[in-house]
Structures are given as C-alpha cells and as structure tokens.
DNA sequence: TTAAAATGTAATATATAAATTACATTCAGG
DNA sequence: CCTGAATGTAATTTATATATTACATTTTAA
C-alpha cells in the first residue's frame, strides 16, 4: 500500500527510530509502512500523522 | 474512535448491510466502527471511502 | 576508506482486527 | 398494534497487525 510516509518523515527531520518512538511503536513497524508492506491500523496511522503535524489525506490518501 | 461514518453512509443512502456488501466485510464491521469501538486497518477505511466517494480526511480524521 | 548510524528484512511470538453465529433491540410502514 | 427491516452487541474463532530478536545492507560523516 502506497503512502507519503517516507517523504514526510525526511521533511520533518526524524529518522525512522525516532518516529517510531513518538509514535510508540517500534523502528519495524515504521520501516515496513513506509516500504507499503504493512496495513496499519487508523489509530497508528492518525498517531503518525499526530507526530508529523499532518493529515491522513496528506499521508495515506490514495486514489483508487 | 469518533468518526463521520454514519453520517456519510446515510448521505448516500446505504443501509450498513449495502456498505458492507459493497466494501466486502460483514455488516458488524460495519456497525461497530460507526460506533467507534472498531480501531479498522487503513485498507478498509480506503475502501469504505471509495465505496462513498469520500477521502479519508472527511470520514476519519479526527484533531488530536 | 572505514566505522557508526540508518535502514531493510526474516523468523517467531503476541495482540488484536475481523469473521462467524446468534440473539436482542429499535424503528418505520401497513 | 405488529411485522419485518435495520441496527446493536456478545461469544468464539480466525486472520493478520505489531513486537521481538537478530542480522544484513546501505548511507553518511570523519
């Protein structure tokens, strides 16, 4: 599944460690949503965004 | 978890058991994230907005 | 260059989303 | 009323998201 992930991350200057921390999850976690291998769930996905200062539209929004 | 599911799904004039048929998952699904007590994967909330038309922002964003 | 930091990913275990079955409640139309 | 459609929800099972541990590869800075 695709998403912004990557590119938001990098823009807001927090390595895949430090994301997941905010978030609470672990560097994993992240590491296989931004490769577009895991589905995570929305409260992850809203936490994440929470932690970018972005939306989910911004972030996971894909046309079908 | 609050979100404008119900409100989106009468809108388009969908019972729970069309919206569930039309995105592929059983009606309780359905009805239980309506009711917030659901945490759904990004893929089902994906579906369930094609399935009304909407983005992810206007049915699950929520402000923190 | 090379050593450390950052990232990719595999195997297994654990937590939890979603299905299934079932029944109760609410609500609109006759 | 009352009957059927729509909805709420509980118990159990199944599928899968995430954690954990571990190691390999890539990137970056000295």
Known sequence: ???N???ARIQANL???QLAE???VTRQTISLIE???YNPTLKLCLE???A???T???IFWVEK
């Open 1 to 3: 599944m695709r998403n």
């Open 5 to 7: 992930l990557k590119v």
């Open 15 to 17: 390595t895949q460690q």
């Open 22 to 24: 905010k978030v609470g």
């Open 52 to 54: 970018l200062n972005k």
């Open 35 to 37: 490769k577009g291998k």
């Open 48 to 50: 994440i965004c929470y």
């Open 56 to 58: 989910l539209d911004e």
